[in-house]
């Protein structure tokens, strides 16, 4: 489980299939030996592993086999197979990416993606099919719970309402009247800037300027120019990995980080704050998880991954083990038994993460998580929590029918 089994750009990975042999040697086998002795379950993964948000996916996809080898390795006594696909952020190469996992290679389990766009997509084949179960270890998509929600869809991140809305409050509480906009051109940026800017405007504030940034460019010049000829109280962003880091960056290199504060959801610092150094330090963002966060799983998970890969833990790792949890759930629910679609989406839709790093959450109709988003500041490099922002969100789910 090192960083040598994560795929490199446009590499389609057979992962490493384990076949386990016939637990029992002639004669009666029982049921869940027999469930023991099937074929490898097999786990499609479509991530991004390269382009901007390359350390996202890497973070998802090792943290997803750390859950399981604590688990012994295993889903429902089975052994595993894992078949990755690097997205690279194209959607317009998501139902090939897709149709290839679920047709070809017949996954019973399909995990990703973390770009909004492509989860739509993703969604848009699989929720009309009633295999294989989907679960988005990433993606905000407020669509892929609302209008677009199937009973074989489960999301273990987060809406990109969650984390957006309560920073509206936080920035009036913070006494900002006015506040300009900012995010890369796409359905995560507008989604997080439309529900900040709701809770601003529900708390007084306005906003006097939205600025859009294709998608991924991480050329800031002229938008922080216009901030600067703004002037607004705030400014609220939402840029993750590689451009988070530049975004950030170039605020300060601008002369605008002591005069204009910098919020948003927590993707702007979150695993990148060390990269980012003295630009990020105090910033205040909204996420549903900080690294200082008091509860015992959050101290062991942290321990073992940086064991494991060398590597500081982030939200995008804590995602992709909440996915292995939840899968782990299901399958031992099932006994292994990958055809029983029903029972297991119903172990799905009961779960209860009690040992998330992010503290425990649960799964609401929509299938998304109903969990705590935190208030965090950067001290030192490190996203601390100050406070609980909003106490077990739900996601409205606008247009779920099942919800
Ligand atoms: C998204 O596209 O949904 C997304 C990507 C990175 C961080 C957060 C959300």
Same mark, same amino acid.
């Given at each position: 489980m090192t960083e040598k089994s994560t795929p490199t750009r446009r590499q389609f990975v057979a992962g490493a299939a384990a076949t386990a042999g016939l637990a029992a040697a002639g004669g009666f086998v029982p049921a869940r030996v027999a469930i023991a002795g099937a074929a490898p379950v097999k786990i499609g993964i479509l991530l991004p592993y390269s382009g901007t948000y390359a350390k996202l996916g890497e973070a998802i996809t090792n943290a997803l086999k750390l859950r399981i080898e604590q688990a012994g390795g295993k889903l429902g006594g089975r052994a595993i197979e894992y078949l990755a696909i690097d997205s690279e952020m194209s959607v317009p190469k998501a139902p090939t990416n897709t149709n290839k996992l679920i047709k070809k290679e017949k996954v019973d389990f399909l995990v990703g993606p973390v770009h909004s766009g492509i989860a739509q997509a993703m969604a848009k084949i699989v929720g009309p099919r009633e295999t294989p179960i989907m679960i988005v270890p990433n993606a905000g998509s407020n669509l892929v719970t609302g209008s677009l929600c199937a009973p074989n869809i489960f999301r273990t991140s987060f809406t990109n309402w969650q984390p957006a809305y309560p920073c509206g409050k936080? #920035? !009036?509480d913070d006494g900002h009247k006015t506040c300009v906009t900012i995010a890369w051109k796409y359905t995560a940026g507008r989604q997080m800037m439309d529900a900040g800017t709701d809770n601003f405007e529900k708390h007084g504030g306005k906003v006097v300027q939205d600025i859009q940034v294709s998608f991924p460019k991480v050329e800031f010049q002229a938008q922080l120019s216009e901030i600067a000829s703004i002037k607004p109280d705030a400014v609220f962003a939402f840029f993750a990995g590689g451009g988070a880091v530049k975004f950030v960056k170039d605020y300060a290199a601008a002369g605008l980080k002591d005069k204009i504060p910098l919020y948003g959801p927590g993707f702007l610092t979150e695993g990148v704050s060390k990269a980012q150094g003295a630009a990020a330090e105090g910033i205040r963002t909204t996420l549903h998880y900080a690294a200082n966060l008091d509860n015992a799983a959050n101290g062991a998970f942290r321990a073992a991954y940086q064991k494991a890969f060398g590597k500081t833990a982030d939200v995008f790792?804590? +995602?992709?083990? $909440? @996915? *292995? %949890? =939840? =899968?782990? +759930? /299901? #399958?031992? /629910?099932? *006994? *292994? $038994? @990958?055809?029983? @679609?029903?029972? =297991?989406? /119903? !172990? #799905?839709?009961? !779960?209860?993460?009690? $040992? %998330?790093?992010?503290? /425990?959450? @649960? #799964?609401s109709k929509a299938h998304n998580p109903i969990q705590d988003i935190y208030l965090r500041q950067v001290k030192d490099s490190v996203n601390e929590v100050l406070g609980v922002a909003a106490k077990a969100l739900q996601d409205p789910a606008t247009g779920c029918k099942m919800a």
């Open positions: 936080v #920035m !009036a790792a804590v +995602q992709g083990y $909440d @996915t *292995g %949890s =939840l =899968l782990i +759930q /299901a #399958m031992d /629910a099932v *006994g *292994g $038994d @990958t055809g029983a @679609t029903r029972d =297991l989406i /119903a !172990a #799905m839709e009961g !779960a209860t993460i009690a $040992d %998330s790093p992010r503290g /425990a959450w @649960t #799964m």
